[in-house]
């Protein structure tokens, strides 16, 4: 069976505190409110130079680190995950394969907003079978701090820069009991989007209610049914969109919250970066060993409407 062999992850250099984020603009808001609705104390914005595709390459990086650096030359296939590219093109996969050097990869985005990984995922499971040797790089990438409107206290409280990186080591064949449900479905509301506004900047806007529902009544009973699919479940590493969410999930599923780890009040939301910067820093605690004996769902749920599920051992 293929295997995932090795994570990695980078945050910028910058944490922003709810208290700085209030006082450098002006909201109408308090870091008690903050904490008490998101669970959010913290986010990382990265640097003016800093790009998408400069904040994967890192995290590309600190995976690579760990392993022989040899390995670059025989990726196959660079996939990345990301809503906030401001390009469009030549893509951040196709950046990222420059910095790398990875001159004989295929290279590609793919834009599921905050389910973007697990749509990654899937779609590197599937394409990796036609490699018999080599590896597959899936990327979740982020700079939600250049398409924020800091004036807008319902989504500038909530997102952050960061990137987190995984690694497939193919043979050919799948990952180990994998299995994916995934779905989609127009949002004629527009409960999250990014757009002109009327200042002709492109932002995010997000109707609050509108989520809070779509979690509610569709991700959370998807999730259920396909956690209930499988025989045995070690974590849940979920999308970090509010804390929230994470105490919805363990009282609909009836498991610990210890088996649904989060990040959130650290890095806040991430969108696509989420999922594989909290499973780097479960494998840094060796909470997840990467030795092929744990039963993992990973979840993610966001804009579109997308969400979906994907499992397997790790």
């Known amino acids: 069976m293929s295997r995932i062999i090795a994570t990695g992850a980078y945050l910028p250099a910058k944490a922003v505190s709810n208290t700085e984020l209030i006082e450098v603009n002006q909201l109408d808001s308090s870091t008690e409110w903050i904490e008490q609705r ?35 030359q025989d990726i196959k296939l660079i996939i990345v995950a990301t809503m906030s590219q401001r390009e469009y093109t030549p893509s951040t996969a196709n950046k990222v394969q420059l910095n790398l050097n990875c001159h004989n990869a295929i290279s590609f985005d ?58 497939i080591a193919n043979d050919g064949e799948g990952l180990p009991e994998y299995d994916s449900s995934l779905y989609s479905q127009g949002d004629e509301n527009l409960s999250i989007a990014v757009a002109p506004n009327e200042e002709g900047n492109i932002t995010l806007t997000m109707n609050g209610r509108d989520v809070f529902n779509f979690v509610q009544r569709t991700v959370l009973p998807s999730l ?91």
Not at 120 to 139: N, P, R
Not at 140 to 164: V, Y
Not at 252 to 272: H, W
Request: charged share 25%.
């Open 110 to 167: 793919i834009n599921a907003a905050c389910s973007g990984f697990v749509y990654a995922l899937d779609v590197a499971e599937k394409m990796s079978k036609s490699f018999l040797s080599g590896y597959t790089l899936v990327i979740g990438a982020e700079k939600m701090s250049q398409i924020l409107d800091f004036n807008d206290r319902g989504t500038s409280i909530l997102f952050g820069d960061g990137a987190g990186a995984m690694l």
């Open 224 to 314: 259920d049914q396909f956690a209930n699919k499988q025989e045995s479940l070690d974590y849940i590493i979920s999308h970090q969109a509010n804390y929230r969410f994470i105490k919805m999930m363990s009282k609909k599923l009836k498991m610990d919250l210890s088996k649904i780890p989060s990040n959130i009040d650290r890095i806040g939301n991430v969108s696509a970066g989420s999922i594989p910067i909290l499973l780097n820093e479960l494998v840094e605690a060796k909470q997840i060993r990467l030795d092929g004996t744990q039963s993992v769902v990973m979840t993610g749920f966001g804009a579109g409407l997308t969400w979906g599920e994907v499992h397997t051992k790790l």
């Open 38 to 72: 998101t669970g959010i104390k913290q986010r990382f914005f990265a640097n003016d130079e800093e790009t998408v595709a400069s904040i994967a390459t890192n995290a590309v990086d600190d995976l690579l680190s760990k392993l022989d650096e040899d390995i670059r």
